[in-house]
């Protein structure tokens, strides 16, 4: 079929050319284009262009307390090198930025175990819990109550608004200052004024919370001072006679305290920027001071020479308290990491032996003992105090102190007696002189409120409870009222809205107010019924006094001595003794004692805590003593724990 048709179409091609001889034909169609030809040949290159100007930019470490970055950081210099040293000349930065490191003002929870998983510690804290909700029930009870016309709609956020108000804290606290104490000193300040005295209030005794605390130690019923301010300062209670450590530790054994350090109040609001400061009237290495900044497995590692390291040689790797106290900046940073600290502000007390080399050409002019220094290690450290912080005070009497510049002075280290400082009624005789804690306590609040982020300062009486301990009613109530004093001067210089006080004491004595004076009757006298003018006589037929003492060295007719220590010097009274011609309420009396003892002691019932300013609500019932670090860490949000 395919080839017919070829064949067919070959047939009339043929045809045509048979016939060309006719017409010309049309024209055929246009063949299609050729291809494209070759491209030509590239044209020679430009001239090159001149050289241009490299832009350069350097980086510079900042270290902690640059002007630029109080944290330290790096500063970023940009601009064109023109001359084209390669070098960005400082000409010709045209921009300079900083990154700063953030401040570290809390500690990581993790760093904190040894707290928080303490069960003293979290029993402290859901204690605060507890007080809280109870505000808020009490809250919207009120709120339910239409007799009640006060506006409570806001009171429940007001509340909680509470935590972490306080700029500012402080903790006072009258070493030995039981409730009888308290009271015996209220009524003798108010017999100094001309009243009858029982009507009289304490600064502290005004203040609108008050409740109790449990003073027993982890190991004692009756406590000591190391126990009782751990548990304030670090929220855990732990055993008599250690500082800054938990139960674990056994006393004397450095290698024990290891890694069972407690976190204090004072760190946590050194940490959170905050100013510092400790102060007391005892030596600043005692107890109830050095467990604001100390870790010891003895309260008696004042200085060097008392840790028998000899004998103890594993005792060297433990610092000694003075010791602690100089390098507290340094440890602080050492035990959390990226903490960055400038060091407590305000430190003043006595204790100045504790701080200087066992050697005469140390002596200061207020020197008590031929050789005023303890240390055996050679060591000044109110030299190296000074060398570290330059531009701060280093005091030493009366008139040094008075000298302080509070507006200017950054930091005031005050070292005001070799041993304790007087009692406050025997402060005139001190060599040098040296000031009073409400002295004290005006400079110490003066040099720490120059600080935007407020302040933290623990304020101690320590001779209250030397003079119990000496059986001298008359010092311990003198030192009691100058306490007093000293709290109402921290009243006066804050503000209620602004700063938490706390007021109590770290345990009691065996000191009582007995049998039935009448109103009115002097506090040191005899005791006088009611209606009678003469003493009562006891069933010995002899007078009695009011206060006394359950134990220690007794009776004393000291007259007008105004060192209660004086009675150190002779053995312990037994029995009663007939004071019908002696006046009991001189300096120098020593009230009688039933059980003679080289020394009065401690007692174990609870003590009064008394608080003002935002958190003071939680400062109700009887709680352990460690509550307070709880209520002082709210109050003021120390650790820095979110809100
Ligand atoms: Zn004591």
């Known amino acids: 079929m395919m080839n017919k048709f070829i064949l067919s179409t070959l047939t009339v091609s043929l045809v045509l050319a048979l016939s060309a001889c006719g017409d010309n034909g049309d024209n055929g169609t246009d063949g299609t284009n050729g291809i494209n030809g070759s491209d030509g040949s590239n044209g020679t290159n430009g001239t090159n262009g001149t050289n241009g100007t490299n832009a350069l930019i350097t980086q510079t470490p900042l270290a902690v307390g640059n002007a630029n970055c109080l944290n330290g950081g790096v500063q970023i210099d940009s601009g064109i090198d023109t001359n084209a040293d390669t070098v960005l000349d400082a000409s010709e930065i045209t921009s300079t930025q900083y990154v700063c490191s953030p401040a570290v003002t809390a500690v990581n929870d993790t760093e904190l175990l040894s707290s928080l998983n303490n069960s003293w510690f979290s029993q402290g804290a859901a204690e605060i819990e507890t007080a809280e909700s109870v505000w808020q029930k009490i809250d919207s009870q009120l709120a339910n109550n239409a007799n009640v016309s006060i506006a409570t709609a806001s009171t429940a956020a007001e509340i909680t608004a509470l935590k972490g108000s306080a700029k500012n804290v402080i903790l006072f606290v009258g070493d030995g200052m039981g409730v009888s104490t308290v009271t015996a000193a209220r009524i003798l300040d108010g017999q100094n004024k ?137 440890n602080l940073e050492a035990r959390y990491a990226g903490v960055d600290v400038d060091g407590i502000e305000v430190v003043m007390g006595g204790g100045r032996r504790h701080f200087l080399p066992k050697d005469i050409a140390y002596n200061s002019n207020d020197a008590v003992s031929t050789i005023e220094g303890d ?106 009222i100058e306490f007093a004093k000293a709290v109402q001067v921290a009243v006066d210089a804050t503000s209620q809205e602004d700063t938490l006080i706390i007021v109590t004491a770290d345990h009691s004595h065996v000191f009582t107010i007995a049998g039935y004076p009448k109103r009115g009757n002097p506090i040191l006298g005899k005791v006088v ?83 003002v300013g935002p958190g003071a609500h939680l400062i109700t019932g009887t709680n352990e003593q460690s509550l307070i670090f709880h209520v002082m860490d709210y109050a003021g949000n120390l650790s820095g724990t979110p809100q």
């Open 194 to 330: 001309g009243m009858m005295g029982e009507e009289n209030q304490l600064s502290f005794d005004k203040f609108p919370f008050s409740g109790l605390a449990k003073t027993y130690n982890v190991d004692a019923q009756t406590p000591d001072s190391a126990g009782t301010m751990t548990a304030m300062m670090s929220g855990v209670k732990t055993d008599a006679g250690v500082l800054g450590v938990d139960e674990d530790v056994v006393r004397g054994n450095c290698a024990s305290t290891k890694g069972i350090e407690m976190i204090t109040a004072l760190e946590l609001a050194e940490i959170a920027g905050k100013s510092t400061g400790v102060i007391s009237t005892a030596r600043i290495t005692h107890a109830t001071p050095a467990a604001t900044y100390a870790k010891s497995a003895d309260r008696n590692w004042e200085d060097i020479s008392d840790m028998d390291i000899a004998n103890t040689p594993e005792r060297a790797n433990c610092e000694d308290i003075a010791l602690q106290l100089v390098n507290f900046e340094a």
């Open 375 to 480: 240390r055996t290690d050679g060591r000044d450290l109110t030299a190296e105090w000074q060398a570290q912080y330059a531009t701060s005070a280093y005091v030493f009497d009366q008139t040094s102190f008075n000298a302080i510049d509070t507006e200017t002075t950054p930091r005031v280290f005050g070292l005001f007696n070799e041993s304790h400082m007087q009692y406050e009624a025997d402060r005139k005789n001190d060599i040098a002189g040296e000031p009073s804690l409400s002295e004290m306590t005006a400079t110490a609040i003066k040099v720490l409120d120059n600080n935007d982020k407020g302040f933290f300062l623990t304020v101690e009486s320590g001779r209250i409870d030397h003079a119990h301990h000496a059986g001298n009613a008359y010092n311990a109530l003198n030192d009691a």
């Open 529 to 611: 019924g009611i209606g009678a003018t003469e003493p009562s006589l006891a069933s010995d037929d002899m007078p009695y006094t009011t206060v006394g003492y359950t134990n220690g060295l007794g009776f004393r007719d000291l007259g007008t001595q105004t060192d209660a220590d004086a009675s150190y010097a002779a053995a312990a009274v037994t029995g009663r003794v007939d004071l019908t011609d002696v006046d009991t309420s001189t300096a120098g009396f020593h009230q009688e004692s039933l059980v003679p003892l080289g020394s009065e002691t401690h007692a174990g019932e609870d003590v009064g805590v008394f608080a």
